[in-house]
């Protein structure tokens, strides 16, 4: 489902996905809160982003892997 807040650009970071208006990526979003950091101290990091951002850092992932393929088990 598309989000206003994800924007993808070739001409920003190579195309990946980006929280519009910034250059940081999904991918880096998600890698934060992998590593354990919580909403609170991403967001203190990067003061421009809101909770809504991640949230919809989150749900693109999501939906990013509900339209991976599947393999068969042999």
């Not at 992998?34 to 991640?54: K, Q, R, V, W």
Request: aromatic share 2%.
């Amino acid at each position: 489902m598309p989000n206003p807040r994800i924007k993808r650009d070739p001409k920003v970071m190579m195309g990946k996905p980006v929280i519009a208006g910034t250059r940081i990526t999904v991918e880096h979003i998600l890698r934060c809160l992998a590593a354990g950091d919580s909403t609170e101290h991403i967001i203190g990091n990067y003061p421009h982003l809101t909770i809504e951002d991640i949230r919809a850092a989150q749900a693109f992932a999501a939906d990013h892997l509900a339209h991976e393929g599947i393999v068969a088990a042999e």
